[in-house]
């Protein structure tokens, strides 16, 4: 799926911050869902997640599969190296389709 450049309808664009683990994926699922219902474009930025866990994961996946359904695009961009790392272990990286641009920590940055 790809957006036309084109097209007049919008992207709309969703920030996810904090934690995207089993805590609160029940929160999320629902206004995620709902998000994929309004808007035939949607892009989940995920520059702001801190940690994910299988469960965040597999509201990942269900996001897909219902925007798949639904004939919606779905994106998913600013990888956070949490997120790569999940994608990785669980060897989604292919299955979401997007480009893993994972953030860095700026030069200099303690750890």
Not at 36 to 60: F, M, N, P, Y
Not at 80 to 100: I, K, M, N, S
């Amino acid at each position: 799926m790809s957006h036309d450049p084109h097209s007049a309808e919008p992207v709309v664009s969703l920030r996810l911050e904090g934690e995207l683990t089993i805590y609160r994926a029940v929160e999320l699922k629902q206004a995620l869902f709902d998000l994929l219902k309004r808007a035939t474009h949607v892009e989940l930025d995920l520059s702001g997640v801190t940690e994910i866990d299988t469960c965040g994961v597999q509201l990942l996946i269900a996001l897909k599969q219902q925007a798949v359904a639904l004939h919606r695009e779905l994106r998913l961009v600013g990888h956070t190296p949490c997120v790569v790392e999940a994608f990785g272990l669980l060897d989604l990286t292919a299955y979401f389709g997007d480009p893993l641009l994972a953030q860095t920590e700026p030069r200099g940055a303690a750890r």
